[in-house]
């Protein structure tokens, strides 16, 4: 969060109570929070934020690359401190998101440039899959439990 303060000031923001108590609350959640997440924290937090304004203050931060957020599931979109770049990908069964390396998707982004002329920007959107425990307990009750 400090960070993410110092940053606001860096740029010449304003680091206004909104913004401050939006950013705890980011840092209090568990990964991925969504925005109704933020608010429920705000809402309980000290400060007197309206709703509103954190959805607002939500947009704004991502505008100012502060905080990052990536659509998942249907429609869905979380948020998070913007950190060291990286993809996502949602499990469809349990619905868990895991944080995946930038690079993983570099040979894909090259070819699809050579071959279309598209560039890729996975960036806001969840890679859709099947999470190792998922996958996992599926193996087990096929197998009976065994391995």
């Known amino acids: ?26 840092v209090a959640l568990p990964d991925h929070p969504t925005a109704e997440d933020v608010v429920a924290a705000v809402e309980a937090g000290p400060a007197d934020v ?32 913007q950190d060291v770049a990286h993809l996502h990908a949602q499990c469809h069964d349990c619905g868990s998101v895991v944080d995946v390396p930038d690079d993983v998707l570099d040979d894909v982004r090259s070819t699809l440039l050579d071959v279309a002329g598209f560039e890729m920007d996975p960036s806001h959107v969840a890679l859709s899959g099947r999470c190792a425990a998922c996958r996992a307990a599926e193996n087990a009750d096929l197998t009976g439990g065994h391995p």
């Open 1 to 26: 969060m400090d960070a993410a303060v110092a940053t606001l000031r860096l740029r010449g923001e304003r680091v206004t109570d909104a913004r401050l108590a939006v950013l705890e609350a980011l």
């Open 50 to 81: 309206h709703r509103a304004t954190v959805y607002r203050t939500l947009e704004t931060l991502s505008t100012l690359r502060i905080v990052t957020h990536v659509h998942v599931g249907h429609g869905g979109t979380a948020y998070h401190l």
